[in-house]
């Protein structure tokens, strides 16, 4: 990342005041001043582990002073450090895969794109920001961008992609919002595959793959949890296709999710998807990770009589 400080006046390393702001958030701090007390109140011995020096004449290491972060952050370019990190956890992600030969090509990882929009950005004179990130479902960040105030978040998902350097051998999970023609074919020409929730917004394509014949499928995973004082039933059905109007379509998916609540009772959500995955190449224990990420978190309808 390049400093964008002057050359006068450097007395902490660059390195060391953006660990330390790191260190600060990961530990909880939420604003400026939070990061500037944490930094104020941290032991020589952890500010000698971020990077600080210690002075040559008394040999103590002071920590830096509030305003100095706080100008150091204005002026820090957030895309070079979302690429910075973004690289990194990707790095460290691709380090867990130890299996060599056939059986490493086979292994997928699944990266979810979703934007949100950052708490408490919204001010009298600016909008709340909104930025778009992709996340693999081990909770790293890989990748993340601003989205413009006048766009939203469809034309970011190719610049937030092409951020990350290998691609291959993934998939590609979004929500409905996502589920578009440009976004069905970039996934190929990155040797990755797409996963797409198919929902009302696309009448067409939903009511095609709703109406198939599911009875007759036969059932292709079966999960059953309990957590948090609910019981939640997840069957998995497939279909290949020869031809769907969707680009590098191959299967569509119908995941009926049953759950049991005790203060709302029974509930029967249905999902349909569509995937470039040939038959046979699906990731059964993603299940429960798509209703997570790549669906989101809405409340499921009544369940029907």
Known sequence: MPDPRGRKGRICPFTALVCAVAAAVLTGAKSLAAIGEWITDAPPWALRTLGFTPDPFTGQISAPHPATLRRLLERLDGDALDRAVG????TRSAATVTVDGPAARA????????????????????????LIAAMDHAGSVLAQRQIADKSNEIPAVAPLLDSIEDLENTVITADALHTQHAHGTYPSRRGAHCL??????????????RHLPWRDMPLE????????????????????????DYPDAKQALQIVRWRMDRSTGPSIERIYLITSLAPGRRDRHRTRLLDQRALGHRKPPAPRP
């Open 87 to 90: 690289a990194f956890l990707d």
């Open 107 to 130: 292994i997928r990882r699944a990266v979810a794109v979703d934007g949100r929009t950052v708490r408490g950005s919204r001010t009298a004179k600016r909008n709340a920001l909104v």
């Open 196 to 209: 797409a929730v198919v929902k009302r917004n696309h009448a067409k394509l939903f009511d095609r793959v």
């Open 221 to 244: 995973h079966y999960d059953r949890t309990r957590a948090h004082h609910r019981i939640e039933i997840r069957r998995l059905k497939a279909a290949a296709f020869d031809h769907l």
